[in-house]
């Protein structure tokens, strides 16, 4: 995965609202894509895995080969699918498995060939953040960031007024990156297997 220092994100931010403080526009940034990873799906990760036991609980990513070989953080935001790809079926939580947090899932009885699909977001205090997210939706993250600058009380920077068009900017950007992600990826987002909860009224 080819990554990018947060910092390569701030020329543009400062388009946005001029902050003489970089850490705190960084951190900006990161909160920023923290958010509009998890609200849209965008970044997806597959972890194969020959077997898994009963009784074993599996980092999907935070504690997985992938932040070993990333100068960068990364964590699961949503579990998509746990596919046993040798029977050919979605495994059912709490039948199958317990997701136990964001990025944890216990297993209640062993499959082989097991497949997780999942959501990536960073972590808090990331120094690197996937390239796609800047070569993609950098103006997005971009605005995401600038709102919350611009919102920060007693500060030289601050304007309520334009963050709240930022703000827009940002969910516009949200809605543009879920969409793509369905129209992008259906199969992985739209299980077929999984069952779903019926509700009677």
Known sequence: MREVPVSAFLPMLRTMVNVPLEPLMESAVVEAAIAFCRKSSVLLHQREMAHVYHGQTISLLAKSGVNRRTRG???SSKLLSVTAMRDGVTLESGKD???LSLDEVYF???FDDVVINCVMEPLTGTS???ASLLDDW???ICSGAAKTLLLQPDKDWSDPSLA???EREFKEAIRDAAR???EASPNV???PNARRKREFF
């Open 73 to 75: 953080l990364l964590k």
């Open 97 to 99: 498995y317990r997701q």
């Open 108 to 110: 209640l009885n062993g």
């Open 128 to 130: 690197y953040l996937p």
């Open 138 to 140: 950098g103006s997005g």
């Open 164 to 166: 709240v068009y930022y």
């Open 180 to 182: 793509w992600r369905l």
């Open 189 to 191: 987002m739209f299980t």
